[in-house]
């Protein structure tokens, strides 16, 4: 079946503008990610939703960063007022409890974000 | 705080050159350690779950191994087209079945023909 997907696929944006990018999870995963991986980092977790729980934001950087889920089905992650420290691929995940009990994540192929 | 180092960071094999690539990690309570690879431009592709000490698990010329403070994956004859990102992540328990993945940096492998 049809794997994560995410638009844009490259987004170039001016310091100070506000971005959004899309993900569609795996039809029928509860759960969705958004991680950052910045040149030469390792990934880096922002937020997960599950169901109708409320979403873990624990690892958002700072209150310009803000994501929506609808349902159990598209999320967008929204970036307010970019700075250049936001230049990096944003990788969006979806997973869902299996009868062998793995919770794999599965990865969409990521949004590079460069702000000039 | 749950963390993960990976090494070498780069690897350079000649083909049929078998080796291992390490993840040492500290976690409270593991739920799962993972194994992903990526190629450049993409996203990281699921490879193995682990879940307990002394479990393997095999996939073509790859074999995942875990103790309670690190893991192994081993490349048996790596092919050129065996070159990639490997990404090593664990999850913690106690967060929920669907928790957040704590990731290495990565090992860059490169294998020449």
């Known amino acids: 079946g049809a794997g994560v997907s995410q638009s844009p696929s490259n987004k170039v944006t001016e310091k100070g503008k506000d971005v959004e990018l899309r993900c569609d999870p795996i039809?029928?995963?509860?759960?969705l990610y958004w991680y950052r991986q910045r040149l030469g980092q390792g990934l880096e977790f922002l937020i997960y939703f599950q169901g109708n729980s409320a979403p873990d934001k624990s690892g958002l950087p700072s209150d310009r960063f803000s994501a929506e889920r609808t349902g159990e089905s598209v999320s967008t992650l929204t970036i307010q007022r970019t700075q250049q420290e936001d230049s990096a691929v944003y990788l969006c995940?979806?997973?869902?409890?299996?009868?062998?009990?793995?919770?794999?994540?599965?990865f969409g192929p990521g949004t590079r974000l460069t702000v000039t | 705080e749950d963390q993960v180092t990976q090494s070498p960071e780069a690897l350079r094999l000649q083909e049929g050159e078998s080796s291992s690539l390490n993840c040492s990690y500290t976690v409270s309570g593991l739920r799962g350690l993972f194994w992903y690879r990526q190629d450049p431009g993409k996203g990281p592709e699921f490879l193995f779950t682990l879940y307990s000490a002394g479990e393997e698990k095999e996939k073509e010329r790859l074999k995942a191994t875990l103790t309670k403070k690190e893991s192994f994956l081993h490349i048996t004859a790596p092919k050129p087209e065996d070159s990639a990102t490997y990404l090593c992540?664990?999850?913690?328990?106690?967060?929920?079945?669907?928790?957040?993945?704590?990731f290495g940096k990565g090992i860059t492998l490169s294998v020449r023909p």
């Open positions: 995940a979806s997973s869902s409890v299996t009868t062998d009990y793995s919770y794999e994540q599965y």
């Open positions: 039809s029928g995963h509860t759960a």
């Open positions: 992540a664990v999850q913690a328990k106690g967060a929920g079945a669907n928790s957040k993945l704590t």
